[in-house]
């Protein structure tokens, strides 16, 4: 049977094989995200380092000097739920189970992107709302990637390249993570695949 076809053959949900950590270094590739797979549950807050949503993906940027403590900077793909449609008080983050919205920023969207394991310089809130179909973060990519850390004016961007990568929101309940960068994508997440695409 060729592979395109078997690709097509619908799967039993109960015989479908469990989702595993994936973890890939794309180079000009797409990971494609499910959003039904939760990488770090909001309910387990000192693992989600007290983001009010479910991470769906960590993104590694590549950094030279690993200024942040030795580490590359990390952003996370959150899933924050529909709740924000209804309550305009959502937190992005909580701390000790309050809501510091008015410190760190709202929720505004379903999906969105929020520093991970560090604190960019100027700014706390280090949020950036999913709202259109495809954005783009990189050293010259915009406010997005300034409200993110990973513009010109923060430190430690040298390897981050102008268009590093884009996030598109899928019709079909994926996300995909496009690598456009020269030194690479690092993307951790739980799916299927082996390979990206």
Known sequence: MPQEIIDKVPINPESAPAPVVQET???HQTAVIDTNNVLISKEAPEDNNGINGNT???ITLP???NSYGGVDKQVALVDFGNEYETNPK???VTMDGHNVGHILGYVKSRFGVKAFNYTPEGH???YVPLVGKETVFGREAGHESYMLGIDWNHRDNESVSRSHFTIRV???GTISITDHSTN??????L???TNPN
Do not use: C, F, H, W
């Open 90 to 92: 959502i937190p992005t």
């Open 124 to 126: 706390l809130a280090s």
């Open 184 to 189: 690479g994508t690092q993307v951790k997440y």
């Open 191 to 193: 799916g299927n695949q």
């Open 56 to 58: 769906l993906a960590l």
């Open 170 to 172: 899928e019709d079909n």
């Open 25 to 27: 270094m794309l180079r």
């Open 63 to 65: 950094s030279k000097s």
